[in-house]
């Protein structure tokens, strides 16, 4: 029987959108300018919007052949969520995005079975889950909050309390990364923090105008 927490998240990747295509990171930070710069990239433009308009921005990307570019970000003081739809930007700026604190990020694929979940702190990756592998690094730092998180790894069972592991599925893991992103962060992800409105930042891509550049009616 799930729990409170593991029911909530139950919920939320059964119903929420596409939920396993997502790239999802938490990290400290004092600003959205400074999470942006941490990415590295050119931003276009920023407009209001929430997980379905990521949705459905980055599919039109990807029918016209071209990776997504955009990003949704979300502000819970003194964190930041960064959502991407079939990119992991955020993954691959983890050690940036960490360097004031710290940061985690959730990736994976529903449809080819994978998740994965890193933890960095202070401008290194410390650690990584693995659905259905071992478990990578130190993950000393945030041992507190991986009890009972036995669908993470079978190492984290509480024997005494009954909480062992059983038939794990790629959900089961993932409710419990959810659990475990909630622990680190104390904020509880949403569906209302996904559908409000929050910042949707298009990049820079191949084909794009150069910035500054001036597409409209010449005289």
């Known amino acids: 029987m799930h729990t409170d927490i593991e029911a ?3 919920d939320l990747i059964e119903h929420a959108d596409l939920m396993g295509e997502l790239c999802m990171t938490w990290c400290r930070a004092a600003s959205a ?4 710069h941490a990415l590295d990239v050119d931003v276009l433009d920023v407009t209001m919007s929430d997980l ?5 921005e980055s599919y039109e990307d990807l029918e016209e052949g071209r990776l997504p570019r955009f990003l949704l970000l979300a ?17 691959g700026a983890l ?3 960490s360097s004031d604190g710290e940061a985690i990020c959730l990736t994976g694929s529903q449809m080819l ?7 960095a702190r202070g401008g290194r990756r410390l650690c990584m889950f693995n659905y259905g592998d071992d478990t990578w690094g130190d993950t000393a730092s945030i041992e507190k909050h991986l009890d009972g998180l036995f669908n993470l790894h079978e190492r ?8 062992v592991p059983g038939e794990q599925t790629l959900n089961d893991w993932r409710i419990h990364a959810f659990v475990l992103m909630e622990r680190i962060t104390g904020i509880r992800l949403s569906f209302e923090l996904l559908e409000q409105g929050n910042a949707l930042y298009r990049f820079w891509g191949w084909g794009d105008p150069p910035h500054g550049s001036n597409n409209g009616p010449q005289p």
């Open 75 to 91: 502000e819970e003081p003194p964190w930041f969520l960064a959502v991407e739809y079939s990119v992991d930007r955020a993954l």
């Open 8 to 10: 909530h998240y139950a």
């Open 33 to 36: 300018d400074q999470v942006i």
């Open 113 to 119: 079975y994978r998740g994965r979940l890193y933890y």
């Open 95 to 97: 050690e940036r995005l």
């Open 52 to 56: 379905q308009g990521l949705i459905n």
């Open 156 to 163: 984290y069972a509480d024997v005494e309390r009954g909480l």
